[in-house]
């Protein structure tokens, strides 16, 4: 009978070891059957069995940590897209209250021109009024601004705004007191190069021109025996006052694409009304209008006045505010998907570790 058991014991222990060893229970039960025990290399076989490993514990921390940040995660995009639509709210509400404002200031009586005194002060309380003008232009001192393009029958032209200085009329109380710098509206290239034209063709006759003193010593001799010496008049062009209705304005806020000027070489891309004053030999606080005459001699159809509805409107405006508000919701849940795919990815490499 012992040889049996014997026996029995050595079959069990070849079966065990070639599968890789014995449970605890089992060395239990044969110690209560009274049958032989197993070798040690067994028993830590086993105990090396019923103990997991440390690496399969770590797995289950590292997914409950990296599931609690993709929640975290999750809230990130959502607050974001609810701070941007919450703000685009507030700034449509601010242009819609800037726009009433402008509209007001425009609906107000004019102001007569002959009252207006250049101040920097009073700039701001004065733009966006409506102002009477007269006085005399001097178009020799003419500024171009652009190119600005404007769309005539679906065609798109380019042309520039000409600023003109205002002169008061000598003697006369009812025109401008001081110097006005008005943006008269929009023209065709082919004034800003006809007007190149004509300064340097003035540049170059001063140039050429004898002087005085030269003059007198090489005609001496023929006025001496000329009888009707012939004097020729300068002709001067009959200057026509002029009445302007316009909105006083400031100067231009360029965007980061727009080139700086240059007044050395007359290229203005942008309204600075200091410098342009400064351009025409006038003061830096001049006061600066835009017409908005309505008018317009068909005889001469330019310069074109700024629309009044053009004048008040801005770059960016209500209804525009209201469509980015409703894109942020879609935003979000493209910035959703994004997270989506990245946890799914997150959780591949971490399937594939645990595999590993």
């Known amino acids: 009978m012992a040889s049996t058991a014997a026996s029995i014991s050595k079959a069990l222990a070849n079966n065990l070891n070639r599968r890789g060893g014995v449970s605890a229970a089992a060395v239990a039960s044969f110690q209560a059957k009274g049958l032989p025990t197993l ?4 028993s830590s076989s086993a105990a090396a069995i019923s103990e997991p490993p440390s690496s399969t514990s770590s797995q289950p921390q590292d997914k409950q940590k990296g599931s609690r940040w993709s929640k975290l995660l999750l809230f990130v995009p959502g607050g974001i897209t609810f701070g941007l639509g919450t703000w685009q709210i507030f700034r449509r509400q ?25 101040s920097s002060d009073n700039l701001d309380a004065l733009e966006f009024r409506r102002v009477l003008c007269k006085g005399l232009l001097d178009e020799k001192k003419s500024i171009y601004v652009g190119p600005r393009s404007r769309s005539i029958s679906g065609v798109t032209e380019n042309g520039y705004y000409i600023i003109t200085p205002l002169m008061p009329i000598p003697s ?34 001063s140039s050429t021109a004898p002087s005085f003193a030269q003059d ?48 050395s070489s007359g290229q203005w891309f942008y309204v600075d009304v200091p410098a342009i004053a400064h351009a025409c030999g006038l003061p830096e606080n001049t006061i600066y209008i835009e017409d908005i005459n309505e008018n317009v001699n068909p005889s001469r159809p330019y ?3 700024k629309d009044v509805n053009m004048l008040i409107r ?20 493209d910035w959703h998907d994004a997270e989506w795919i990245l946890s799914l990815s997150r959780s591949s490499h971490i399937s594939e570790a645990s595999e590993s």
């Open 172 to 205: 006369n109380p009812e025109s401008v007191q001081f110097p006005i710098l008005v943006n008269r509206g929009w023209v065709p290239r082919s004034w800003r190069d006809k007007s190149v034209d004509v300064s340097q063709d003035d540049e170059r006759l």
């Open 39 to 42: 070798p040690p290399s067994f």
């Open 216 to 263: 007198n010593g090489k005609y001496s001799w023929w006025r001496f025996w000329s009888k009707n010496p012939n004097i020729v008049q300068e002709q001067i062009a009959p200057v026509t006052p002029v009445e302007v209705v316009g909105v006083i304005r400031g100067n231009e806020k360029p965007s980061i694409f727009v080139p700086a000027n240059d007044p």
């Open 94 to 118: 601010d242009k819609i209250e800037m726009l009433e404002y402008r509209q007001k200031r425009m609906d107000l009586e004019p102001i007569s021109g002959n009252i207006l005194a250049p």
């Open 314 to 333: 801005s770059s960016v405006m209500p209804q525009d505010h209201l469509n980015y508000t409703l894109t942020c919701p879609s935003k979000k849940g």
């Open 303 to 305: 310069p074109i006045p």
